[in-house]
């Protein structure tokens, strides 16, 4: 297993050992190619088909985030800048994608999870970064959202932010909350990848409703 990680961050341009010395930044974390995963034999037929897993679980209610990470330069597993192009290249900018699958995990330590597809573009560069940002999008923000669920666009165009104040990461601006992260773990789940993150730092405004997805479709909470 680690010689597969091995290749695979040198076939990515990243590095294969961490930085030394104080202060350096983050190990890069291997982002799984995809395997050969099946909940089901070859011969088998699924128990479910795709079309009614979906409608079935799209009656469960869901917050929205949008996870980012900051700019990696090749070599350089600690970088920030700006841009969002989807990418591998040095100064591609920093990477964001549209996540309704995240919740808390952990009290003790402190630890939250997200699930990205194994297809997904944007996850590769977040582990190379080693570190993310959770910003909890609130209800008037369903336009940033789509922003960010689209692939090949410039994501971070027009979109207001700053450096979380431990990773760098992207916070947005005018988000009702943020959490700082550091990957922590990543575990497989059938073609998804479950992430791991050990929160560094978090901060609240205090107000303003969620916005929600349901069935498909954005919501907020009703009086």
């Not at 989807?86 to 808390?104: L, M």
């Not at 497989?188 to 978090?202: K, S």
Request: proline letters at 9%; one cysteine or more.
């Amino acid at each position: 297993m680690a010689a597969t990680v091995v290749r695979y961050l040198r076939s990515v341009g990243s590095p294969t050992s961490a930085p030394a010395g104080p202060g350096a930044g983050p190990e890069p974390v291997d982002a799984l190619p995809r395997p050969e995963l099946r909940a089901v034999r070859a011969d088998e037929r699924a128990p479910v088909s795709p079309a009614e897993f979906r409608a079935v679980l799209g009656n469960f209610a869901s917050g929205v985030t949008v996870i980012t990470a900051p700019a990696v330069e090749d070599g350089d597993a600690s970088g920030d800048g700006d841009g969002g192009r989807e990418g591998t290249g040095a100064g591609d900018g920093p990477a964001g994608f549209a996540c309704q699958s995240f919740a808390s995990l952990s009290l003790d330590p402190p630890l939250v999870t997200f699930m990205v597809a194994r297809t997904s573009t944007t996850w590769p560069r977040i582990a190379r970064a080693g570190v993310f940002c959770v910003n909890i999008l609130g209800a008037e923000q369903g336009a940033l959202c789509r922003s960010f669920a689209v692939s090949g666009a410039d994501k971070f165009a027009g979109v207001a932010h700053a450096p979380a104040p431990v990773t760098g990461s992207p916070q947005l601006d005018a988000v009702p909350a943020w959490i700082d992260c550091r990957i922590h773990a990543v575990h497989t789940g059938g073609d998804h990848l479950i992430v791991v993150g050990r929160v560094e730092a978090m901060g609240a405004a205090g107000e303003g409703d969620p916005l929600l997805f349901h069935k498909g479709r954005f919501g907020r909470f009703s009086d």
